[in-house]
């Protein structure tokens, strides 16, 4: 017991002898031999020693970080520009605190330690992940090489296959993770180069594949036998855009964006087309007919149909409910999704006999015994009244142009499933409604006969079509007007 009392006094008065005058020399300056990084603090107040740290920080946040991408592309960031902060600024007071803070035997145990070795403090910093991530994201993805997939081109009857090409693209969330891991375990805080992850993208399909794309999934005709030469151009014209389509499992396809833009240039003509409810000349009028028809091979064929939109008025080459209306003024489409397992193929063409076809080719997964049709369940109709009459004073005495009534409709389009000839379900595919329209007339009042101008207007008062082109007839026949070729009512656009 005495000997312990004995050392314990002989070690205070030995902590008073050193670490006193140390005290009283200079309480305010960091002892020597204390370091942060490789920065000497010794001798330094804590001011001025943040004062260097910070320095040091700044000069670190600019050094150049070369982050390696594809085929010796590169892209060159400071730590700055990814965030970086210094993330134990405490470590300053720390460093100041060492040997001259604390009880004695502490300060004194401090000071002999430092006589033997440097006390070395760590930065510590981080990083901005989202920074980094936008960084790789935005200006490595122009480095990054698409895959090419395999396509299939149909030149007559011939069948031409491409196989496609590997792709190459920053795998960002991994290279996000190999960069912070790099900078804060690793980084010896000078220029470095840091590889990014790589991810190989193999493209979709094979000669093998596409090759077997030859079962029949849906095909659907309808017939333009009364249209216009300009609507059968038309239709042609817009098949040839939707034809020889190749789908892989997920993609979608924009029907209207596939056949515009209407213009002469892009191969279309004027012929008649629904405008508010009434018939007139549009370029492209009859595309329609194109829309509806691949509708029906669509539905065949089961495939989703993500966007489709019934006519304004009733038509005349499928039943109420079948059609898909397309309108570039309003930007209704046609949009459906391949969500087979497996790639499609649709094929469009229009023949001699003024009928047009879509057949969707694939490989069949569905059962044979299984059988799906589509029914027309008409919910409501409604006959229109009356007569309506347009009077054009650019057309002269003696046109008259008729549109035949359209009859209103609600309806609704069933998908029905048998299986071994036994309904087995009966599922709503949509709703639509037709509005009835009127049968109208465009009657022409130019004349420089003023005779032939009360005639006509006379003839326009009385609401009656009939009476109004027997009217026209005879002017024409007194020589009032030339005649002018005459305008049967017009079923189909």
Same mark, same amino acid.
């Given at each position: ?229 300009? *609507? ?179 309806? *609704? ?14 599922? *709503? ?65």
């Amino acid at each position: 017991m005495k000997k312990f009392l004995l050392l314990t006094i002989m070690t205070l008065f030995i902590a008073f002898w050193f670490i006193g005058p140390v005290e009283a020399k200079d309480r305010e300056t960091i002892l020597g031999g204390i370091f942060i990084d490789e920065i000497s603090l010794g001798g330094k107040t804590a001011e001025e020693a943040m004062v260097l740290v910070l320095e040091y920080v700044d000069d670190l946040g600019q050094k150049e970080i070369t982050l390696n991408i594809i085929d010796g592309n590169y892209i060159t960031v400071t730590p700055d520009e990814m965030g970086f902060k210094w993330s134990n600024p405490e470590i300053i007071e720390a460093a100041a605190a060492l040997g001259q803070k604390g009880n004695i035997i502490t300060r004194y145990k401090a000071i002999k330690d430092l006589e033997h070795s440097n006390k070395i403090y760590q930065l510590e910093y981080t990083f901005d992940t989202a920074l980094i991530f936008d960084i790789i994201d935005d200006q490595g993805k122009k480095y990054n090489i698409p895959a090419i997939d395999a396509t299939l081109e149909i030149v007559g009857n011939e069948r031409i296959i491409t196989d496609g090409q590997t792709g190459l693209e920053i795998d960002v969330h991994t290279s996000v993770d190999l960069v912070i891991d790099y900078l804060e375990n690793y980084w010896d805080k000078t220029n470095v180069s840091i590889d990014l992850a790589i991810a190989i993208i193999e493209p979709r399909g094979s000669y093998e594949l596409l090759s077997s794309l030859t079962d029949v999934l849906g095909t659907f005709t309808t017939s333009f036998p009364g249209s216009s030469a300009n *609507r059968v151009t038309n239709i042609a014209n817009g098949t040839s855009f939707v034809s020889g389509i190749l789908l892989y499992p997920g993609d979608d396809f924009n029907v209207l964006k596939a056949l515009m833009p209407f213009t002469e240039e892009n191969g279309y003509e004027l012929a008649g087309s629904f405008l508010r409810g009434q018939l007139v000349d549009s370029l492209g009028g009859g595309i329609c007919q194109v829309s509806t028809t691949l509708y029906n091979a669509l539905l065949l064929a089961e495939l989703e149909i993500l966007e489709r939109h019934s006519h304004s008025m009733i038509i005349s080459y499928v039943e109420p409910a079948m059609d898909a209306a397309i309108a570039e003024s309003s930007g209704r489409s046609l949009r459906f999704m391949n969500n087979k397992e497996t790639p499609i193929l649709i094929m469009g063409r229009t023949s001699n006999d003024r009928r047009v076809t879509f057949t969707i080719y694939g490989i069949e997964d569905r059962p044979s015994n299984r059988v799906i049709s589509f029914e027309t369940e008409i919910l409501e109709t409604t006959i229109p009244e009356g007569e309506q009459i347009f009077q054009d004073s650019s057309l002269p005495v003696g046109h008259v142009s008729v549109q035949s009534a359209y009859i209103g409709y609600k309806s *609704r389009l069933w998908k029905i499933v048998k299986v071994d000839g036994v309904e087995v379900s009966r599922e *709503r595919i949509n709703n639509s409604s037709y509005t009835p329209v009127p049968r109208s007339a465009t009657v022409g009042t130019y004349t420089t006969d003023a005779n032939a101008l009360n005639h006509i207007m006379a003839a326009i008062a009385t609401g009656n079509i009939d009476h109004i082109r027997n009217v026209a007839a005879a002017l024409q026949e007194q020589s009032y007007v030339p005649p002018v070729e005459a305008h049967p009512d017009d079923h189909e656009w």
